[in-house]
């Protein structure tokens, strides 16, 4: 049963600056949620789901088990979705784990969009 639906990233365009992003650096990351286990202790299964047009660029989902992370090296990463030729369309995957908190991570970001990335659980 689905329990709650969150945003990883909202829709970012290669070149114009949306959130996080500068519109010009390759590599930037979303804003962090709280993971399943933060609310529903004992409770691994999340899934992640990517909405992409013509992505080039690499997303990883990056999770940790800090309670208050303050920097990229309290986060490891859980699934990385590649992008060296354009991605577009629809994906998702199960991520299991006790985490705390997640979040999704662009690096060499060239070109496209990602209409969205999302968490539910």
Do not use: C
């Not at 519109?23 to 709280?34: D, V």
């Not at 993971?35 to 004992?42: V, W």
């Not at 088990?65 to 979705?81: A, G, R």
Request: net charge positive.
């Amino acid at each position: 049963m689905k329990t709650a639906s969150l945003q990883l990233l909202p829709s970012t365009s290669h070149g114009s600056a949306t959130g996080n992003y500068n519109g010009t650096s390759l590599t930037f990351a979303g804003g962090i949620q709280k993971a399943a286990n933060y609310y529903l202790q004992g409770t691994g299964l999340q899934t992640v789901a990517f909405f992409t047009t013509a992505l080039v660029g690499t997303v990883t989902v990056q999770a940790t088990l800090e309670t208050t992370p303050t920097s990229d090296s309290d986060w490891f990463t859980v699934y990385t979705l590649p992008g060296s030729t354009p991605l577009t369309g629809n994906s998702s995957t199960n991520i299991t784990g006790n985490f705390t908190w997640i979040r999704a991570r662009v690096s060499n970001f060239t070109a496209g969009t990602i209409n969205k990335i999302t968490l539910s659980y």
